[in-house]
C-alpha cells in the first residue's frame, strides 16, 4: 500500500524560504518509472502543479515558478523535500505531494496534504 | 503554460448524467491521450478516478467514463449519486519540461 504525507511548517513570513518534506512508503524511488511530484491548492482555489522528481534523479518545474523552486530526493529517508524561496501571501495554500503511477502521467495516490499560511 | 479551462459548475438529479469539458490547446490535450481525472471532496485529498483518457483505476465506479476530441476531453458521470457531489479537476500531460498541467475545476452538485 502506497502512503505519502507531507510536513513542513504551517506559518511562514514573508520572503522566507519554505521546505516541504514527503515522507512515502509501499515504494521506492530506486524503482525505474517511479517520481513524486508537488501539487499546492490555494484556499478555495484550483489545483496547480508544482514539481516532479523522477527514479533517476531528473526533475521538472512549473515555469511560473521555476526560479524558485527546487525539488530533491533522499532515497534512503524515502523522502522528497520541496523548497519554494521568497514567500509571498499569494503562496498561501494547501500543499500535497504525490505518487507518479510508474511510466503513465497521472498521480495515482496523494499525501493528505499540509496547510501554509505566508503572513507577517 | 495556462490552466485547462472547465465550466465552474454542472448539477444534476440523482440517476440523471453529467458530463464535465476540459478544454486545453494542441500543446497539451490535443497532443497527448494522456488526460487524468480527479475527485476532489472538502477538505480532502483529489482522488483519480480516471487517467490515460479512458481508464478507470481499480475501485472506482464504472459510472464514470472519461473521452477527448480535439483539445477538448469531458468526464461523464452516470447514474448520478448523492456522493458524488465534490469539485472535479482534469489534468494533463504538456510534454516533457511541463509534465502536468490542472484544470480550472468544476463543482458538481447533486439537486
Known amino acids: 500500500q502506497i502512503t505519502l504525507k507531507e510536513s513542513g511548517p504551517t506559518l511562514v513570513k514573508p520572503t522566507q524560504t519554505l521546505t516541504l518534506t514527503c515522507t512515502f512508503s509501499?515504494?521506492?524511488?530506486?524503482?525505474?518509472?517511479?517520481?513524486v511530484g508537488w501539487i499546492r491548492q490555494p484556499p478555495g482555489k484550483a489545483l496547480e502543479w508544482l514539481a516532479l522528481?523522477?527514479?533517476?534523479?531528473?526533475?521538472r518545474y512549473s515555469p511560473s515558478l521555476k526560479s524558485r523552486l527546487t525539488i530533491t530526493m533522499d532515497t534512503s529517508k524515502n523522502q522528497v523535500v520541496l523548497t519554494l524561496t521568497n514567500m509571498d501571501p499569494v503562496d498561501t495554500a494547501t500543499y500535497y505531494c504525490?505518487?507518479?503511477?510508474?511510466?503513465?502521467?497521472?498521480?495515482?495516490?496523494w499525501g493528505q496534504g499540509t496547510t501554509v499560511t505566508v503572513s507577517s | 503554460q495556462s490552466a485547462l479551462t472547465q465550466p465552474r459548475s454542472v448539477s444534476g438529479s440523482p440517476g440523471q448524467s453529467v458530463t464535465i469539458s476540459c478544454t486545453g490547446t494542441?500543446?497539451?490535450?490535443?497532443?497527448?491521450?494522456?488526460v487524468s481525472w480527479y475527485q476532489q471532496h472538502p477538505g480532502k485529498a483529489p482522488k483519480l478516478m480516471i487517467y490515460?483518457?479512458?481508464q478507470r483505476p481499480s475501485g472506482v465506479p464504472d459510472r464514470f467514463s472519461g473521452s477527448k476530441s480535439g483539445n477538448t476531453a469531458s468526464l461523464t458521470i452516470s447514474g448520478l449519486q448523492a456522493e458524488d457531489e465534490a469539485d472535479y479537476y482534469c489534468?494533463?500531460?504538456?510534454?516533457?519540461?511541463?509534465?502536468?498541467?490542472f484544470g480550472t475545476g468544476t463543482k458538481v452538485t447533486v439537486l
Open positions: 509501499g515504494f521506492s524511488l530506486n524503482t525505474s518509472g517511479v517520481g
Open positions: 522528481i523522477y527514479w533517476n534523479d531528473d526533475s
Open positions: 504525490a505518487h507518479r503511477k510508474p511510466y503513465y502521467y497521472t498521480m495515482d495516490v
Open positions: 494542441s500543446s497539451d490535450v490535443g497532443s497527448y491521450k494522456y
Open positions: 490515460d483518457v479512458s
Open positions: 489534468c494533463s500531460y504538456a510534454g516533457s519540461y511541463t509534465p502536468l498541467v
